[in-house]
């Protein structure tokens, strides 16, 4: 798979963004200890906080169409 310069820029724009709009919420507003004693597993929510950035930055790469 050949990366593409336009959509691979997409991609990290749409990362960073979308990193720092969680890292808000799960820091500043929900409270990341508050999150692990609502569903009782640090590694749940680590993976799922993990998960939650990778994935729509992937479908954001996929989805980006080239010109």
Same mark, same amino acid.
């Given at each position: 798979?050949? &990366?593409?310069?336009?959509? @691979?820029?997409?991609?990290?724009? +749409? +990362?960073?963004?979308? +990193?720092?709009?969680? #890292?808000? @919420?799960?820091?500043? #507003? @929900?409270? +990341?200890?508050?999150? #692990?004693?609502?569903?009782?597993?640090?590694? &749940?929510? %680590?993976?799922?906080?993990?998960? @939650?950035?990778? &994935?729509?930055?992937?479908?954001?790469?996929?989805?980006?169409? %080239?010109?």
């Amino acid at each position: 798979m050949k &990366l593409k310069k336009r959509k @691979l820029k997409f991609a990290a724009i +749409f +990362f960073v963004c979308w +990193f720092a709009l969680l #890292v808000f @919420l799960v820091d500043g #507003v @929900l409270k +990341f200890q508050t999150l #692990v004693d609502y569903f009782g597993s640090y590694w &749940l929510v %680590e993976i799922s906080l993990i998960l @939650l950035v990778v &994935l729509p930055t992937l479908a954001v790469y996929v989805f980006t169409k %080239e010109r």
